[in-house]
């Protein structure tokens, strides 16, 4: 009974002990709530989410007179402070944020805060020091890990490229340093992802990593992550466009620009697709006048003629530019100060001519020679870090004069050494460039173009073409490509457009041909207008390609008087029902240089239009052929007179040229004509051929011309080795 009252006794006395402490506890936590220093501390966190700034300082001032030792704030006092954003209240941020770690040392948020102020005051060695001091209070927090990343991503691009050149030809490079800061920052960025798998500013910077040493493929994994935590990020996207750009798919990176621009603002996507920060000044000022209707028409046509290669669905130039804007502000623009990157002197060069060749970066230093003298021949004792870019035709210095390497132009006295003054007049000659990187190699199409006499007022166009052998893969005998043929106005509004796979059998190829050239032909009716033709052959083995895109201007041809066609001039023209020009019922092999050697046969094929047929149907009209040099001597005349008077009658009414003159009788107002003559020892030169026809009908004239070269034998072998380029 003693033992158990005993018991009693003590549970007694423990109740009421928790009791009074409880009730004590309550009464401070009451007692807190309601102090005065909450209350005004409570209200400059409502002046803040407001953004009122001045009125919460006044109020977490207050709220630290009532209570000198309130932590959260002085915490909070300081980052009223610190968004001010002026030097002055960066001091006074500096001075609260102390007080609050004096008062809790162990607080992870206020020494994250205090290294972020720090980095702001451009302090990147205390600010470092502030994140490892979070990560050893909690080693989970994600944020300290994410800017411990960003000061060795900085690092890494710093050292990445530098150079420090000595005398006698000795140069030091950074390199072993970029690569260490290159694996520290992405062992920082994968903690922060780790700890936090909603962190995708990790993957963003993880991204740009990863585009500096042109892994694309992992830049695309991770920005492909940080989607799923924020699928309506328009620069996740745009930098996943820039990733599967850089790997030539510009199928995927053109559904990923879309979709970051169905993402943006209104600015931020007027912005974009500006063209501002691709015209020569002059035209940036007439660009600027346009209204927004005739700006949108502008930048249609602007980009639409970049097109290098209309057979996509897409237009490679434009995904381009975009990913160079995308990279421009990426890799030159600092958000926390402001900076856009395509408006720096760097991201600008950036956005017109695309990644230089090849650049690197000299470290900054006091002229210092290897035996420790300091170079007084310098004016300048103080060597800024330069950054060169190589372009190839021209290079662009940029320096980092304020040392905070935030690179500009470099300026000099010498305005053939200011990079300002040569970027601004480069832009003025070249404002933009862009080289189109293909699978294969590129080559040249030579080419020339006839025109007819059509159906229903259009006119019948035909154009010969010629194909690289060297630059094909041949099948069997067979070659297979991929063909593009596209017609445009004079506004570059889609006429017509034709894509299809095309088998080209060489034993179908008419005629001795020494030019290196696989033949081809394509026939289309236009009206009479002026319009923008393009013609693009891939070879689906090789991946070689080749384009050429032109200004048409289709002729009108009279219904009712006399007209006569182009002149098409050929190495050989026979009559043959199988032939490539059906309605003529020939075979054609087309001189597409219009060049020809010294006694070589010249063949010439044309047509002409609206003779009138006598009472028995038939029309009766000359053919007068006339030779003219350009620029010859006398005796050349005379030896080609000679040489061809005896093989067609040629007169030489005139020193100055030579022709040749056969009537012909036919059954229809439309004839067509081809004829052939032997350049027998004609000298080398520039020549005119004119045909003259006569209806004696009707009694009207017409004519035409084509010029042509005669060349020695030894350039003729292989023309189109002679004429690429």
Known sequence: MIIRGSMRSHRYFYLTLLFIILLVSYNQVFAEIRSPSREFYRQGLQWVSEGKIEPAIDAFKTAIKKDRRFADAYHQLGLAYLAIGTIESRKLATFALKEALKLDKTNVRYHLDMAKLSLKKGMKWGAKKGFERALELDPSVAEAYYHLGLLKEEDMLWYKDMISPQEEGVVFTFYKYSNKDLHDAREYFAKAIEFDKSFVLAYYHLGLIQFEFSDYSAMANNLEKALEVQPDNPDFYLFLGLAYHRMSDYFLANQKFKLAKSYMSDEELSLFESVIAVLDPAENKRYAALNSTQKSDYQRKFWKQRDPLFMTEFNERISEHYSRFAYANLRFGNPDKGIEGWKTDQGKSYIRFGPPKSKFRTRPNFNITLGGTINRS?????????????????NLVFEDRTLNRRFKFKRHMDPERDTKLIFEQLIKKVPEHYDFDIEGSPFEIPHQITQYMGQSGQ????LDFGIPRDKVSLSYANVFLKKG???????????????ESRRIALGDQFGRNNSGLIFDRHEFQLLPESYKIALELVDESSGNMGKFRQELNVRNFDPIRLEISDLLLADNIQTDSSSLNKNAKLKILPNLFHKFRSGQAL???????????????????TVETVLRPIKSKRSSIAKLASSLGGLFGLSNSKQTEVSVLYEYQGN??????????????????????????????????VENSVTFEIVNEYNILDKYQNNKG
């Open 378 to 394: 310098d004016a300048d004792p103080i060597a800024v870090s330069q950054e060169n870019w190589t372009y190839g035709d021209f």
């Open 459 to 462: 006119t019948k166009i035909i």
């Open 485 to 499: 043929f596209f017609i445009f106005d004079a506004f570059w509004n889609d006429i017509g457009r034709q894509v």
């Open 603 to 621: 063949f010439v094929y044309f047509e002409s239009y609206n003779l009138d047929l006598d009472e028995g149907g038939f029309s009766h009209y």
């Open 668 to 701: 229809s107002t439309t004839e067509p004509t081809h004829s052939s003559l032997r350049l027998a020892d004609t000298k080398p030169g520039q020549y005119v051929l004119v045909i003259r026809v006569k209806d004696i009908n009707g009694g009207q004239t």
